[in-house]
């Protein structure tokens, strides 16, 4: 199926530019993977990039910027690559920008955190405040309304959920900013797994929703 809900243009601009967090960049990738529309669109952003970088007068790097820069590339690659990924096949993960943070997925640590989700952490920055996690949500499965302190990105890897901004399924991409209240459902006849990433902790709505923090670390 292909997907039909997609990242904007500042965030596929971000993405190419390396600005994103590790964990944002991740979910990017990921839909970018299961998108060929995508794919095409970051490889005309990347040639915008290279024509912009040439009209540029060139300055003197600081003394220790060469140090720095070989210091970062000992790091190794993160999500944020600029690459532009192969499409991803049989099933959510092989192909995919995920494998390399998953091993072994017969082996994932699902930790429950109600009746009818369960999730994996993937990757956490900054003090655990921004991370990308891996949801598996029963069918017919209640969310609770919340907001965000920050960007919160979707992919859907199977399944299919709803948000106010319709039906999203397998590949589709969904963002939401700090100032955005929301409540996803699963339908009745399926399965939802998605990979999630967010800045800040979540905001839970209503006096049950308050008490979630305090029970669960998301």
Do not use: N
Not at 73 to 87: F, H, V
Not at 199 to 206: A, H, I, P, T, V
């Amino acid at each position: 199926m292909t997907p039909t809900h997609h990242p904007s243009d500042a965030t596929l601009f971000e993405y190419g530019g390396g600005s994103l967090s590790e964990p944002l960049a991740l979910v990017v990738v990921t839909h970018i993977s299961m998108c060929t529309e995508c794919r095409d669109r970051l490889a005309e952003i990347e040639a915008i990039g290279g024509v912009m970088l040439e009209d540029l007068e060139p300055e003197a790097l600081a003394p220790a910027a060469f140090a720095r820069t070989l210091a970062r590339l000992d790091e190794g690659a993160t999500a944020s690559s600029r690459e532009i990924p192969r499409p991803a096949s049989g099933g959510p993960f092989a192909r995919s920008p995920l494998a390399p943070y998953l091993g072994d997925v017969a082996d994932l640590p699902w930790k429950r955190l109600g009746r009818g989700i369960e999730t994996v952490d993937v990757v956490r920055r900054r003090g655990r405040e921004t991370r990308a996690t891996l949801f598996k949500v029963a069918r017919g499965t209640p969310l609770p309304s919340h907001g965000h302190r920050g960007r919160e990105m979707t992919v859907v890897l199977e399944g299919k959920l709803y948000d106010e901004g319709g039906a999203f399924v397998a590949g589709d991409f969904i963002e939401h900013d700090a100032d955005i209240i929301h409540r996803p459902s699963i339908p009745a006849d399926e399965d939802c797994l998605c990979l999630i990433a967010v800045e800040g902790r979540l905001k839970f709505q209503g006096v049950f929703g308050r008490l979630i923090p305090l029970f669960v670390d998301i």
